[in-house]
């Protein structure tokens, strides 16, 4: 098989093209002949399935390691999609700062269904195993927590997740399979919300799954054709372009971002920075160990005092924004941006501050950015 950064230009032939086109086309056919009323067809309906979205399911199952992908209208639909296997009255151990949409899917939609959940901080492996019942079933995180970059170790959470036969799900859209491939460090579900580092460009909203057996994969399949929230061909077309330039694109994100946290760790309006890239911590330790480098997201805390609204609004060319993992830098304040449903109290619990800063490192050119860090650090 070809290297990690060939298999994301090429992906698996389809074997539907007799014009020679060089991407799968996008299949704009909700429906399929029947050649004869008994005829045991691939395709019949695209809900159930379609051969653009088809490419890209095979695209992120090669790229991930897993038996097969499933493609959906959003990260959150494909979250949903994943923890709709379960049954009233299983428990789930999630990460106590997993994302804010998939703790509120969990907290006021799966409740109704009446799942059980625990949250804890899965860096904390004995909280981990204290948090397990006798119907627990999944231990459910995401490798680098949001936003302050709390690293969980895949390897530490999968022993444990099968010493006591429970499922591993790792959501893993803040590193992608590039920087870590949870399935080969033992994890059985990976989900992504292909909105950031693999659509890349954000023009598209979409997610993913990807399961490392059969039998899983089935279980999520019926979710996704009988929940029906599946990515539409044209979006699946705009993924799988996304995913062709990977590489290259992180290649740089990581670059800027050691650049940028160099630059912050000399200036005295910044208090602290949260990146596992910064040695001595635990965080580094495990993604020394287990990612293949430490991703785009930087967060940093500004001195008491310093106004980081006035910072954030002064930046030229960062844009103020939620969302992260695209080619251009965009910036936010966690506690009235992307965590302002969380209230002061929980805020401060999990460490976010009104001081505290994230940025999405794009791909712009560094010196740009540090210029723009710099002008609005020096009005401070
Ligand atoms: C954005 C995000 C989601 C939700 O994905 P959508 O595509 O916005 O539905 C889930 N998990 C993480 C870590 C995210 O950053």
């Not at 704009?28 to 067809?41: L, N, R």
């Not at 949001?146 to 859209?173: E, F, G, R, Y």
């Amino acid at each position: 098989m070809a290297e990690f950064d060939t298999q994301l230009v090429h992906g698996t032939p389809q074997h539907d093209n007799d014009t020679g086109a060089v991407n799968v086309p996008i299949y704009a056919s909700s429906t399929y002949i029947f050649p004869t009323v008994d005829s045991q067809v691939k395709w019949d309906y695209a809900r159930s399935g379609n051969p653009t979205r088809n490419y890209l399911e095979d695209q992120i199952a090669t790229l991930e390691g897993g038996v097969k992908g499933f493609a959906f209208s959003s990260g959150l639909a494909a979250i949903h999609a994943t923890l709709a296997i379960f049954s009233p009255g299983d428990h789930i151990v999630i990460g106590n700062t997993v994302y804010g949409g998939t703790f509120r899917l969990i907290t006021q939609f799966f409740k109704r269904w009446q799942l059980e959940f625990t949250a804890v901080d899965t860096q904390d492996t004995k909280a981990v195993e204290a948090a397990i019942q006798p119907n627990t079933k999944a231990i459910y995180f995401e490798t680098c927590t949001n936003p302050l970059l709390k690293v969980t170790s895949v390897k530490a959470i999968a022993a444990i997740a099968k010493a006591h036969n429970l499922l591993t799900i790792v959501d893993n859209t803040f590193l992608t399979p590039y920087l870590q491939r949870p399935l080969t460090l033992g994890a059985d579900i990976v989900v992504h919300s292909a909105t950031k580092y693999l659509g890349g460009h954000s023009d598209v909203v979409a997610g993913l799954v990807v399961a490392k057996t059969q039998a899983l994969a089935d279980r999520i399949y019926f979710n996704q054709n009988g929940i029906g929230s599946i990515l539409s061909p044209e979006n699946a077309a705009q993924i799988r372009r996304g995913i062709q330039t990977l590489a290259v694109r992180l290649d740089r994100h990581l670059s800027n971002a050691a650049k940028i946290v160099a630059f912050l760790q000399e200036r005295d309006e910044v208090s602290k920075i949260y990146y596992p890239g910064v040695p001595g911590s635990k965080d580094y330790d495990i993604a020394k160990a287990e990612t293949n480098g430490f991703g785009g997201i930087i967060s940093f805390e500004l001195k008491a005092g310093l106004d980081a609204k006035k910072f954030v609004e002064s930046l030229s060319l960062i844009q103020l924004a939620v969302s992260l993992g695209a080619v251009e830098s965009l910036i936010e304040l966690p506690y009235k941006m992307t965590h302002a449903e969380l209230s002061d109290a929980q805020q401060l619990a999990v460490g976010i501050t009104h001081q505290l800063v994230r940025l999405s490192v794009g791909i712009e050119d560094p010196r740009d950015l540090i210029g723009d860090l710099k002008q609005g650090l020096d009005q401070l």
